[in-house]
């Protein structure tokens, strides 16, 4: 098969119309001769929200539900309330333990009877039901501020939830450290 001689200044490829000849979703003009210039990309686009022809009318906007009050509160009472009564009974577990220790003379509990254990285990099994109630007063006061439930009381809940462990294991700690 032979090739038609080189000529120099004109390209060695035909130009085909191409299958895809119509106007480009790119901006600037068709490098291809024969097509159309096209519009910048998104110039010819309505504007968005604005009513489009063949679609009725747009939506109208949905009001705001506002938000109960009652997750804000439940989370601050549950908080509130976990942090004042796990700090009494954080007390009440600090001299039990309090009493081990000055009894036995050791931290390690691990070798003692369950009838000597028995002033331990119904305070600290208390205590740890008033921390989990108040990991979940935490969890709804999250869950409040975001709704927008409440807001003042929810942050405060959220604050407050921060704080109360180390109120309520300090408290413990001075209790167990105080007869020593």
Do not use: H
């Amino acid at each position: 098969m032979a090739q038609p001689p080189y000529n120099p200044g004109q390209s060695p490829y035909q130009q085909q119309p191409s299958p895809y000849a119509g106007p480009s979703p790119y901006a600037g003009s068709s490098p291809y001769p024969g097509q159309q210039p096209t519009v910048p990309y998104g110039a010819g686009a309505p504007p968005y929200g604005a009513p489009q022809a063949g679609y009725g009318m747009p939506p109208t906007p949905v009001p705001a539900k506002k938000a109960s009050p009652v997750l804000g509160i439940v989370s601050f009472l549950l908080v509130i309330g976990a942090g004042i009564v796990g700090a009494w009974y954080g007390r009440s577990v600090g001299n039990a333990y309090n009493l081990i220790l000055q009894q036995y003379g050791t931290w390690d509990t691990s070798g003692l009877s369950p009838s000597e254990l028995a002033p331990v285990q119904e305070p600290t099994m208390i205590l740890f039901a008033i921390c989990i109630a108040g990991l979940v007063g935490w969890i709804l006061a999250i869950v409040a501020t975001v709704k927008g439930s409440m807001r003042p009381l929810s942050v405060t809940a959220l604050v407050l939830g921060v704080i109360a462990p180390f109120v309520i294991f300090g408290v413990f700690g001075q209790a167990v450290l105080a007869g020593m």
